[in-house]
């Protein structure tokens, strides 16, 4: 009868070991996304590409141990953020999180620094946050460099006076400096740069002062539902001037809305027709997941966390224990990966270069391209 305590007992203890020694083979990552509030929209797009590369980094069984994303609601809040951040290092014990929102970004990228986890932002755009550490990478071009993309298309379509409407915030403030450095350089001005709050909603009095403005196109830096509803309420209150915006408008809800169809944006060049491999079975195992094309949201999120598993298992090779210092000494070393619709390649600043592109929004779910620019 001792006998077989002692042996169900140490039954036991090899099952507890066994199980130990493959949670620690777990290899996960925390993402700190808006699930819930007035930007959940956008979070839906981030983890669904985040999802779907833990899916096939998992099923090529290439990365010793499972891949796992852990979610913490950012709401688009700083102060969210880095609450959700601080648990996914303290708690979970997590080496790299993916982020968005410009906000977001710079809040959670000193938790980043400070414990030296890695930081990868693929959705906010303001053009500070290449200058975070080198704990906080980019893995989509910002917004001084769509801005730049676009700004000569506008002054060849002799759309040359712009008005502005921007947040005021850091992301909206660097939207008013890039156009006022950008646009006389290539032969327009900026006739009139209108601020708004960014909980405002009522854009009606911000119309009027539009139509005063004159100008030839209506540049819009804001994002989520508030760019929904300036880009309504100017139609709605008569200004009928060329719409301009950046790559918040790509997200299906503003793709459909009939007062911004017509509306020229800037995004970053993902050929989701390509039929290289990578892009290929991204494209297709979304669209049978999902039963839509995805969009460039959901393809950056998807490189971002294919830009872990491929550093993960480089790292595993080397007999390297997952940290973000050696995650950071292996992208240096390594510099240019395979993303989906092509190679790109860091900068010193920890930010892809990658082309931009010219859409309009057409009325249909991706927009339709109108012209390319070249990465410089």
Same mark, same amino acid.
């Given at each position: 009868?001792?006998?077989?305590?002692?042996?169900?007992?140490?039954?036991?203890?090899?099952?507890?070991?066994?199980?130990?020694?493959?949670?620690?083979?777990?290899?996960?990552?925390?993402?700190?996304?808006?699930?819930?509030?007035?930007?959940?929209?956008?979070?839906?797009?981030?983890?669904?590409?985040?999802?779907?590369?833990?899916?096939?980094?998992?099923?090529?069984?290439?990365?010793?141990?499972?891949?796992?994303?852990?979610?913490?609601?950012?709401?688009?809040?700083?102060?969210?953020?880095?609450?959700?951040?601080?648990?996914?290092?303290?708690?979970?014990?997590?080496?790299?999180?993916?982020?968005?929102?410009?906000?977001?970004?710079?809040?959670?990228?000193?938790?980043?620094?400070?414990?030296?986890?890695?930081?990868?932002?693929?959705?906010?755009?303001?053009?500070?946050?290449?200058?975070?550490?080198?704990?906080?990478?980019?893995?989509?071009?910002?917004?001084?460099?769509?801005?730049?993309?676009?700004?000569?298309?506008?002054?060849?379509?002799?759309?040359?006076?712009?008005?502005?409407?921007?947040?005021?915030?850091?992301?909206?403030?660097? =939207?008013? +400096?890039? @156009?006022?450095?950008?646009?006389? $350089?290539?032969?327009?001005?900026?006739?009139?740069?209108? /601020? %708004? !709050?960014?909980?405002?909603?009522?854009?009606?009095?911000?119309?009027?002062?539009?139509?005063?403005?004159?100008?030839?196109?209506?540049?819009?830096?804001?994002?989520?539902?508030?760019?929904?509803? =300036?880009? +309504?309420? @100017?139609?709605?209150?008569?200004? $009928?001037?060329?719409?301009?915006?950046?790559?918040?408008? /790509? %997200? !299906?809800?503003?793709?459909?809305?009939?007062?911004?169809?017509?509306?020229?944006?800037?995004?970053?060049?993902?050929?989701?027709?390509?039929?290289?491999?990578?892009?290929?079975?991204?494209?297709?195992?979304? +669209?049978?997941?999902?039963?839509?094309?995805?969009?460039?949201?959901?393809?950056?999120?998807?490189?971002?966390?294919?830009?872990?598993?491929?550093?993960?298992?480089?790292?595993?090779?080397?007999?390297?224990?997952?940290?973000?210092?050696?995650?950071?000494?292996?992208?240096?070393?390594?510099?240019?990966?395979?993303?989906?619709?092509?190679?790109?390649?860091?900068?010193?600043?920890?930010?892809?270069?990658?082309?931009?592109?010219?859409?309009?929004?057409?009325?249909?779910?991706?927009?339709?391209?109108?012209?390319?620019?070249?990465?410089?």
């Amino acid at each position: 009868m001792v006998a077989f305590k002692v042996k169900a007992m140490v039954g036991a203890l090899a099952l507890c070991a066994l199980q130990v020694g493959a949670f620690a083979q777990d290899v996960k990552l925390g993402a700190v996304f808006p699930m819930s509030g007035p930007n959940a929209t956008y979070g839906d797009l981030f983890s669904s590409g985040a999802n779907l590369a833990a899916e096939h980094i998992n099923a090529d069984g290439k990365l010793k141990g499972k891949m796992s994303v852990i979610y913490e609601d950012s709401q688009a809040l700083p102060q969210r953020g880095v609450i959700g951040m601080n648990k996914l290092v303290s708690v979970d014990k997590v080496p790299y999180v993916l982020t968005g929102f410009t906000g977001v970004s710079k809040a959670v990228s000193t938790v980043g620094q400070r414990t030296k986890t890695v930081v990868v932002n693929a959705g906010g755009v303001g053009p500070d946050l290449a200058e975070l550490g080198e704990y906080f990478w980019n893995a989509i071009p910002l917004v001084n460099y769509e801005v730049r993309a676009m700004v000569p298309y506008l002054v060849q379509q002799n759309l040359k006076k712009v008005a502005l409407i921007y947040v005021d915030d850091p992301f909206g403030q660097a =939207i008013v +400096k890039e @156009l006022e450095g950008e646009l006389p $350089k290539a032969g327009g001005s900026l006739v009139g740069k209108l /601020s %708004v !709050p960014p909980t405002s909603q009522q854009f009606g009095g911000i119309a009027a002062k539009v139509r005063e403005l004159k100008a030839d196109a209506v540049y819009i830096a804001s994002y989520g539902a508030q760019q929904f509803q =300036i880009a +309504k309420q @100017l139609r709605d209150n008569g200004v $009928k001037e060329q719409l301009v915006s950046y790559s918040a408008f /790509s %997200v !299906p809800e503003i793709q459909t809305l009939p007062e911004a169809k017509g509306t020229l944006y800037s995004e970053l060049l993902i050929d989701l027709a390509a039929t290289d491999p990578l892009t290929k079975r991204f494209v297709d195992d979304f +669209k049978k997941k999902h039963g839509k094309a995805p969009t460039n949201y959901v393809a950056s999120y998807y490189n971002a966390t294919k830009l872990y598993g491929d550093l993960a298992i480089a790292l595993q090779k080397e007999g390297k224990p997952l940290t973000g210092t050696n995650l950071l000494e292996a992208r240096k070393k390594i510099n240019t990966f395979d993303f989906v619709g092509g190679k790109v390649t860091f900068l010193p600043n920890g930010t892809v270069m990658a082309p931009m592109q010219i859409k309009t929004v057409d009325g249909s779910p991706s927009g339709k391209q109108v012209q390319v620019v070249k990465a410089n």
